[in-house]
T-cell receptor
Framework: AQSVAQPEDQVNVAEGNPLTVKCTYS??????LFWYVQYPNRGLQFLLK??????LVKGSYGFEAEFNKSQTSFHLKKPSALVSDSALYFC???????????FGSGTRLSIRP | GAGVSQSPSNKVTEKGKDVELRCDPI?????LYWYRQSLGQGLEFLIY????????KSGLPSDRFSAERTGGSVSTLTIQRTQQEDSAVYLC??????????????FGPGTRLTVL
């Protein structure tokens, strides 16, 4: 069975500081990993994904994520946070042998000026 | 349209009534998903359609929930005899699956269902 965990309900960061939003996963096959963002009163938007290849994936709005197979993690990072990054972030995983994507419980990112 | 659309945007109903929620996916997208997001919670998978294959209904919480996808495009999620615990935002997403299932999902704005 596949699963994904986001251990932090909320992450608070000062503007200009680096941010990390954590995600770990469990799959039986090869993982396909995704990050989505949900801004207030808006739908979910795709940020980035890891399928294969380079472990460091770059996505929209200056975000990146690093696939770590040994730690089964796919943490989302940004070198310098903006207030406008405040939103709800979801990690998702698909097992290569499965048909559906499983989402984590979400992490609320709050960037203070 | 350019994106996934859902209707209605808001639906208030009384306990015991049936409701239908509609999703119009992006044109050409063969895969369609329904999710449920309760207040402050993550996304709960409900059902997945892919082309002409039998849908994956493994996430439907009870037999009161059903979904159809007509002509490989528009989908309707039906909830019969609604209960208060059905109150949530129902999200639809579509994608164009690539080899190996590496598709990116595009989400609609959701339908906020409130059961009184």
């Amino acid at each position: 069975a596949q699963s994904v965990a986001q251990p932090e309900d909320q992450v608070n960061v000062a503007e200009g500081n680096p941010l990390t939003v954590k995600c770990t996963y469990s799959v039986s096959g090869n993982p396909y990993l995704f990050w989505y963002v949900q801004y207030p009163n808006r739908g979910l938007q795709f940020l980035l994904k890891y399928i294969t290849g380079d472990n460091l994936v770059k996505g929209s709005y200056g975000f990146e994520a690093e696939f770590n197979k040994s730690q089964t993690s796919f943490h989302l990072k940004k070198p310098s946070a903006l207030v406008s990054d405040s939103a709800l972030y979801f990690c998702a995983v698909r097992d290569s042998s499965a048909s559906k994507i499983i989402f984590g419980s979400g992490t609320r990112l709050s960037i203070r000026p | 349209g350019a994106g996934v659309s859902q209707s209605p945007s808001n639906k208030v109903t009384e306990k015991g009534k049936d409701v239908e929620l509609r999703c119009d996916p992006i044109s050409g997208h063969t895969a369609l998903y329904w999710y449920r997001q309760s207040l402050g919670q993550g996304l709960e998978f409900l059902i997945y359609f892919q082309g002409n294959s039998a849908p994956d209904k493994s996430g439907l919480p009870s037999d009161r929930f059903s979904a159809e996808r007509t002509g490989g495009s528009v989908s309707t999620l039906t909830i019969q005899r609604t209960q208060q615990e059905d109150s949530a935002v129902y999200l639809c997403a579509s994608s164009l699956p690539l080899a190996g299932g590496t598709d990116t999902q595009y989400f609609g704005p959701g339908t906020r269902l409130t059961v009184l």
